[in-house]
């Protein structure tokens, strides 16, 4: 019941949402039907670019659940921008000036890209043990530093004088993760670390812990949750799947190589997507795949229509907002509504 | 000019976008309303003061379009907290990325540009010329010149320090604060109360927004405000709301994003002299929780 709720909920909030965006096209003088038919199409309508939308949503899976189990766990986490970026320059270097076989290779890197983005978590971490300051303004902080940081990288000491843009050398052949027909590995690989981390949320002493802090901190301590200790663990494995999803798009993204602006905006990206799916680890991993579809299909619709990419974001933010204030708009009117019920009852019996 | 008067004037230019949003940010913090929309609300009023200024020849045009976007903003912030009592947290990362997406999408969509909009039909802020203040020798250079919204943002400070401790709406906005039900037992509503707070921290960051696009520089860019918006919110946390605090502390963020506007004319690459602000936030942060815990042993 209460499943069949939230999935009601949510179509019709994303039902909304894209009516809202119909008017919107209509209103910018575009066809609409026109606009989400070539969103369909190059979304979704062809192997070749479901196997696109996959793609996209790799890196938003793994930022996504990273936020979604900070969240859930009562860790405001906001610093994925600034752990993709560290775990995407890693791996990048790693990649032109590692030698080892391909297999080992990937392996070492994809790792090595994690655990950059759980080091660079690790410093709020550790603002946090040593001085106790709030996580949720020093990994913001530590996004614009982590922003600046590897642009210098990029720019002065590991520049590729031949690229356009500050970037640096494209990383070993050997390195290119594969591609099945057109889904690239890192697909796979994001949804196996999705999986895992779900399991462990539900099946592991840590992870019930991690839950019950989401839920009511004070009852986690008192329940004899080891609450600063887990915090900084928590920090710590979100901070490592953003540095995975950095390091994946560096080894199996179009580019191979670090260059300006590769962060985008999947850091805030996989906020949104955890707040739209409630910090539900599956339900981040269908939004991803949904948010890579609109990302894939609003390519599409630019090239097809005269309506621009950047429409999708703004479309994105519309479901953000919609889900969210529909869920919690029914909640309490709902319960109002339920309660004046009981109170009539009460009275005229 | 010496370095020296450079850098303060340097200073005073860059703190007024973060006073301007962290007094806006200091009405919701008030009224206990977790805002953190002010880096959303800066971006839009930024655009909408560029678009206005741009179409109308008249930057008085462009901060009427401004303050009429951190309006709207305002309402949809206040509409989706208040009335449907979404998580606040949610609601001001949900206003953020419309701010950022919708800017984006606008840019591109009217002016036909990716990255960043310059013209030279942009009509920016007059700079003001005072006249006995000019001839003072130190003094003149630095406070002398600026844009209008400098001095419009110092007696603001002042006035708010006013508004909030000194008048009836003060009192009203810090009691449904402190708490809302009991001011609504004496009868203030305490969800217009917060509606107000919300309007007003609309309106003070996009006159943030207009400074960034029209006073700091001539143009419109993707994400312009750059995370003004969170430095500010964390100078309200710091010195928990204090009007005054919050103007001497901007001074401070001014003077360290100035040191670095200043830096980018020696030898150090201009990343790591972008990254000082954030850094200062990070180490006024850490004085911050170090006096804390000085007074939690205290007590």
């Given at each position: 019941m209460k499943l069949l709720k939230r999935v009601t909920v949510s179509i019709a909030a994303i039902t909304i949402s894209f009516l809202i965006g119909f008017l919107f096209i209509k209103w910018q003088g575009n066809s609409p039907v026109q606009a989400f038919k070539a969103l369909y199409s190059y979304g979704i309508g062809s192997w070749f670019s479901f196997a696109s939308t996959l793609n996209a949503a790799t890196p938003l899976i793994l930022t996504g659940i990273s936020a979604a189990i900070a969240f859930g766990s009562g860790v405001v986490n906001l610093g994925q921008h600034g752990q993709f970026l560290m775990g995407a320059i890693v791996a990048a270097l790693l990649g032109a000036y590692l030698n080892l076989p391909g297999w080992l290779g990937i392996t070492v890197i994809v790792l090595c890209g994690g655990i950059a983005g759980a080091l660079w978590a690790g410093i709020a971490a550790l603002l946090k043990k040593l001085y106790s300051m709030d996580e949720f303004i020093s990994t913001l902080m530590l996004n614009f530093v982590s922003e600046y940081l590897t642009l210098y990288l990029a720019t002065y000491p590991?520049?590729?004088?031949?690229?356009?843009?500050?970037a640096t050398k494209v990383i070993?052949?050997?390195?290119f993760m594969h591609s099945f027909g057109m889904l690239n590995m890192s697909f796979l690989v994001a949804v196996v670390i999705a999986f895992l981390s779900y399991w462990f949320m539900r099946n592991l002493k840590i992870g019930y812990e991690f839950r019950m802090m989401g839920y009511n901190a004070v009852f986690a301590k008192t329940g004899g949750c080891a609450v600063e200790k887990n915090t900084h663990l928590v920090l710590l494995y979100t901070g490592f799947l953003s540095g995975l999803a950095g390091a994946l798009l560096i080894l199996g993204g179009t580019q191979h190589r670090f260059m300006k602006g590769i962060g985008a905006n999947f850091g805030w990206d996989g906020v949104m997507l955890a707040i739209i799916a409630d910090n539900g680890i599956l339900e981040t991993l269908f939004y991803a795949v949904f948010f890579g579809f609109l990302k894939t299909g609003g390519i599409g619709m630019e090239f097809e229509t005269s309506v621009p990419s950047e429409f999708i974001l703004v479309l994105q933010a519309v479901i953000v907002m919609i889900v969210v204030g529909s869920r919690s708009a029914i909640d309490y009117f709902g319960d109002r509504i339920r309660a004046r019920f009981t109170v009539r009852k009460v009275v005229t019996d | 000019m010496g370095l020296l008067t450079s850098l303060l004037q340097a200073s005073l230019s860059s703190c007024t976008p973060i006073l301007l949003a962290a007094l806006g940010g200091m009405f919701t913090y008030y009224a206990n309303v977790f805002n953190i929309a002010m880096e959303g609300m800066m971006l839009i009023g930024a655009y909408f003061a560029v678009l206005g200024s741009y179409f109308f020849g008249s930057w008085v045009v462009g901060t009427i379009f401004a303050l009429i976007s951190g309006l709207v903003t305002a309402l949809v912030f206040a509409f989706f907290a208040i009335y449907l009592k979404t998580d606040e947290f949610i609601t001001g990362i949900g206003v953020n990325m419309l701010a950022l997406g919708g800017t984006t999408y606008l840019l591109r969509n009217t002016f036909g540009v990716k990255g960043a909009f310059i013209s030279p039909e942009i009509i920016s802020l007059p700079r003001l010329d005072i006249p006995l203040l000019k001839d003072i020798p130190l003094l003149g250079d630095m406070l002398?010149?600026?844009?209008i919204l400098v001095y419009i943002a110092l007696v603001a400070a002042i006035g708010a320090e006013v508004l909030v401790f000194r008048t009836r709406f003060g009192l009203r906005l810090r009691a449904t604060g402190e708490d809302s039900e009991t001011t609504r037992s004496v009868g203030v509503n305490p969800e217009r109360t917060k509606l107000w707070s919300i309007i007003l921290s609309g309106l003070f960051s996009s006159l943030a927004g207009v400074y960034l696009s029209l006073g700091y520089v001539t143009l419109f860019s993707e994400n312009m405000s750059n995370g003004r918006g969170w430095i500010s919110l964390a100078i309200i946390i710091l010195v928990r709301g204090r009007p005054l605090g919050i103007l001497g502390m901007s001074l401070i963020f001014g003077f360290f994003e100035g040191l670095g506007l200043v830096l980018q004319n020696s030898d150090i690459p201009p990343q790591f002299t972008s990254m000082i602000p954030y850094i200062a936030t990070l180490f006024a942060l850490y004085v911050y929780s170090k006096q804390k815990k000085k007074e939690v042993l205290n007590s």
């Open positions: 590991f520049l590729d004088p031949k690229a356009y843009v500050p070993q052949r050997s390195y | 002398n010149g600026h844009p």
